[in-house]
């Protein structure tokens, strides 16, 4: 059994998108200040403003069309520990922005999402606040890349050594690998 065609395109649409940005949120981080900079810093933005809202269009998904079983070869631990890490990485997904939308308000610096629609400052202008919730998104992301990592892992680690069927639940196309 696999995931529905509309959760395995939000979930690698997700995952392409989380990528990109952290990789641009690297790639700024230490440029000098600069026009290019600024405009870096919005598409940094952008890319978070849809995460966002397509791990709300997830959860909305995924309280209609449950995931599919895990296999009954795995242990109960195993499932623990997949749950928890699912449950984990929507919290950050819906954190990690929210912390950078929190930080861009409190620093003094608008959301205009996709460059047309200007997004209301969550609270009102405050340097140390925008400090902290610097570094509150610095970690939260970090942690959503962790658990990312170790999601991967995990999925590589099932197809690779298990040999069982959780990777093909979200990528069908390696069901016929089996056949």
Do not use: N
């Not at 598409?43 to 309280?63: C, I, N, P, S």
């Amino acid at each position: 059994m696999t995931y529905t065609r509309t959760a395995i395109a939000l979930h690698w649409l997700t995952a392409l998108l989380i990528a990109t940005a952290f990789g641009v949120g690297y790639y700024m981080a230490d440029l000098p200040l600069s026009p290019m900079k600024l405009k870096i810093y919005s598409w940094h933005k952008w890319l978070g403003m849809t995460v966002l809202l397509l791990a709300l269009a997830r959860l909305a998904w995924r309280a209609g069309h449950p995931a599919p079983p895990l296999p009954d070869t795995m242990q109960g631990w195993e499932k623990s520990v997949a749950g928890a890490t699912h449950i984990l990485i929507y919290l950050l997904m819906l954190a990690a922005p929210l912390a950078g939308w929190l930080m861009s308000s409190a620093a003094g610096f608008k959301v205009v999402y996709l460059g047309v629609l200007p997004l209301p400052d969550l609270i009102g202008k405050d340097k140390e606040l925008a400090e902290f919730l610097k570094e509150l998104h610095f970690y939260l992301t970090s942690g959503l890349g962790v658990l990312v990592l170790g999601h991967i892992a995990a999925a590589l680690k099932h197809h690779l050594i298990d040999r069982d069927q959780v990777l093909a639940r979200m990528m069908p196309s390696l069901l016929k690998e089996k056949s």
